[in-house]
């Protein structure tokens, strides 16, 4: 599509405004697929093309979806990310805008639908769903992107760089013509930033134009189907294939969310050290946390056993110190770069480093060298003790008389 930056929101106005159903926009580097006659989509399959373009297709099921729904997800959903591809920052920001409230009857739009042009949106909504419904759409695929709820003026949201308003490579915003104070101003004064994002490859636009027939319309209880939600399904749970079934009460908070400390050198200076032998088990969790210094830093403490149903302390309840690993950075020679290494504790305190990984591969690899060696010199030994056939009558048979 073809980005023009005179009178560019005026002409999407125009465009959806004389019609029922919701226009879809795409403004990016790459060129989309052109037909003759832009296709419609349900407000499902639309839901589903945002999630792509979002990076959020793993709350959104496909279920059995037919071969049209995949064919608009190919052509709508955004540019093909390589398997191969492990620089997440190179890829362009994604920024779906859902303008609610066009209408051709409101003498405020007058010079927006005025400046109609024949710019032919990608594809169209069927059938716009409420308000209600595009409200609560924007909000969960928000959460999805892991976006903070932040209240951001219309031109600094638009903004892939402002650290302030953006959480990551993906925004959805809901911008509402009525509700919003200057707001047909607003979009005019932001349409040239979206084309110089989208040019220059920076971020992909994705502009939704709702017709003031859906504020009021009377659409099903979930016109943009079903899909999981960020409260119905954790992130950790989510990435992970498969989890042993192990009882939560008995598991401790850091271990139970597979928490990785991030840590330097000086990082612990806080946490005094533990000097003796501390205690195994304690009478309740605060005396846990007092007693171990808060597991010296390397941890938490959590009830390793006592009664399930019991809530406070009871004197057959043990309160431990569960370790987690802290992540160590160094510097590679010459200080040009950065790694990190991962640090394992143990202890009752979580206050000794575990050296048992690197004990046991040592210990390993030298019995296996001492083998080998032992080995190869046992083999040189027999062979030379190996008796040589005599040199005089090698080879040489008698005469028989």
């Known amino acids: ?75 709508f959903g955004g540019p093909e990310r390589s398997l191969f591809e492990d620089a997440a920052d190179d890829r362009p920001s994604e920024l779906v ?128 189907g079903r899909y999981e939600k960020v409260s119905q399904s954790p992130i950790i749970r989510r990435q992970e294939a498969e989890e042993p079934m192990i009882d939560d009460q008995f598991t401790p908070p850091a271990l139970r969310n597979k928490q990785v400390m991030v840590s330097n050198s000086s990082d612990n200076s806080t946490f005094e050290p533990i000097t003796g032998v501390p205690q195994l088990c304690h009478s309740s969790l605060d005396a846990c946390n007092i007693a171990t210094n808060n597991c010296s830093g390397h941890g938490s403490c959590y009830k390793k056993y006592g009664n399930a149903k019991d809530v406070g302390d009871a004197p057959s309840s043990c309160f431990t110190c569960g370790c987690v690993p802290t992540k160590v950075t160094f510097s590679y020679a010459g200080g040009s770069k950065n790694g990190w290494t991962l640090q394992y504790w143990g202890g009752s305190a979580c206050q000794k480093r575990d050296v048992s990984g690197p004990f046991w591969l040592i210990t390993i690899f030298s019995v296996v060298m001492i083998g080998l060696v032992g080995w190869g010199i046992g083999l040189l030994f027999s062979i030379g003790e190996e008796k040589l056939p005599g040199v005089i009558g090698a080879g040489v048979s008698s005469k028989t008389r």
Not at 108 to 117: D, G, R, V
């Open 1 to 75: 599509m073809k980005l023009s930056t005179s009178l560019l929101l005026p002409t999407l106005v125009g465009a959806a405004a004389a019609l029922s159903d919701a226009n879809v926009y795409i403004f990016q580097r790459d060129s989309l697929p052109t037909t003759s006659k832009p296709p419609t989509l349900t407000p499902e399959q639309a839901r589903l093309v945002f999630a792509q373009r979002l990076g959020t297709s793993r709350y959104h099921g496909l279920g059995d979806a037919s071969e049209s729904t995949l064919q608009y997800i190919n052509s």
């Open 97 to 224: 805008l859902i303008v609610e409230g066009v209408s051709s009857k409101s003498g405020k739009q007058e010079p927006l639908i005025a400046a109609y042009s024949g710019i032919k949106p990608a594809f169209a909504i069927s059938k716009a769903p409420s308000m209600t419904a595009n409200k609560q759409l924007a909000s969960d695929l928000n959460k999805q992107c892991g976006s903070a709820k932040k209240s951001c003026a219309l031109v600094d949201a638009i903004n892939p760089f402002d650290v302030s308003c953006w959480n990551g490579k993906s925004k959805v915003i809901y911008f509402d013509l009525v509700h919003e104070k200057f707001g047909i101003e607003q979009l005019i004064s932001v349409q040239e930033r979206l084309i110089r994002f989208a040019e220059n490859g920076e971020m992909n636009v994705v502009v939704v134009l709702m017709p003031e027939s859906s504020r009021s319309s009377k659409s099903p209880a979930n016109p943009y």
